[in-house]
T-cell receptor, first 113, second 115 residues
Framework: AQSVTQLDSQVPVFEEAPVELRCNYSSSVSVYLFWYVQYPNQGLQLLLKYLSGSTLVKGINGFEAEFNKSQTSFHLRKPSVHISDTAEYFCAVSKAAGNKLTFGGGTRVLVKP | NAGVMQNPRHLVRRRGQEARLRCSPMKGHSHVYWYRQLPEEGLKFMVYLQKENIIDESGMPKERFSAEFPKEGPSILRIQQVVRGDSAAYFC?????????????FGPGTRLTVL
């Protein structure tokens, strides 16, 4: 079975500052990795995903993430955040041969002016 | 192309009543997934369905919960005899293809409150 740990439940950050959201996973098989964002009272929107190939993945809204197999991590970064990035961010994995997503507990990002 | 639609967006039930949640996948998608988000927690997988088939129900509680995805019409998640612990946001997602690579697109969720 897979599991996902998001080490920070809340991350306050000032506008235009960089942010990094940490995600570690454990799995006995190959996995695909995802980051989703959830704005208040909305569903989840895919930011980016890692399937194979280059370990640096670029997503929407200026976000990127790096897959590190040896550290079983998939941290999300943005060099300069906006107020509109205030949301909850979820890291998720799925088995290469499976379908369901296993989510981490989420990281709430609060961007302050 | 309309996204995944869920209704109702908010549902209030008293203990012991039935809750029925509907999900219409994106056009052309034949794979539907239901997830539950309890307060202050991440999303937990419940069930994966294709048209007229339950593929994986490993996350469904053993009692009171059922799901279907008929040949015509939306997918339905049914909760019988609701209890306070069922209060949560229920999200539906759909994908076009099977397999872990295909993106799951999420609906806005149904927020169930059990009084």
């Amino acid at each position: 079975a897979q599991s996902v740990t998001q080490l920070d439940s809340q991350v306050p950050v000032f506008e235009e500052a960089p942010v990094e959201l940490r995600c570690n996973y454990s799995s006995s098989v190959s996995v695909y990795l995802f980051w989703y964002v959830q704005y208040p009272n909305q569903g989840l929107q895919l930011l980016l995903k890692y399937l194979s190939g280059s370990t640096l993945v670029k997503g929407i809204n200026g976000f990127e993430a790096e897959f590190n197999k040896s550290q079983t991590s998939f941290h999300l970064r943005k060099p300069s955040v906006h107020i509109s990035d205030t949301a909850e961010y979820f890291c998720a994995v799925s088995k290469a041969a499976g379908n369901k997503l296993t989510f981490g507990g989420g990281t709430r990002v609060l961007v302050k002016p | 192309n309309a996204g995944v639609m869920q209704n109702p967006r908010h549902l209030v039930r008293r203990r012991g009543q039935e809750a029925r949640l509907r999900c219409s996948p994106m056009k052309g998608h034949s794979h539907v997934y239901w997830y539950r988000q309890l307060p202050e927690e991440g999303l937990k997988f419940m069930v994966y369905l294709q048209k007229e088939n339950i593929i994986d129900e490993s996350g469904m509680p053993k009692e009171r919960f059922s799901a279907e995805f008929p040949k015509e019409g939306p997918s339905i998640l049914r909760i019988q005899q609701v209890v306070r612990g069922d209060s949560a946001a229920y999200f539906c997602a759909s994908s076009q293809l099977a397999g872990g690579t295909d993106t799951q697109y999420f609906g806005p969720g149904t927020r169930l409150t059990v009084l």
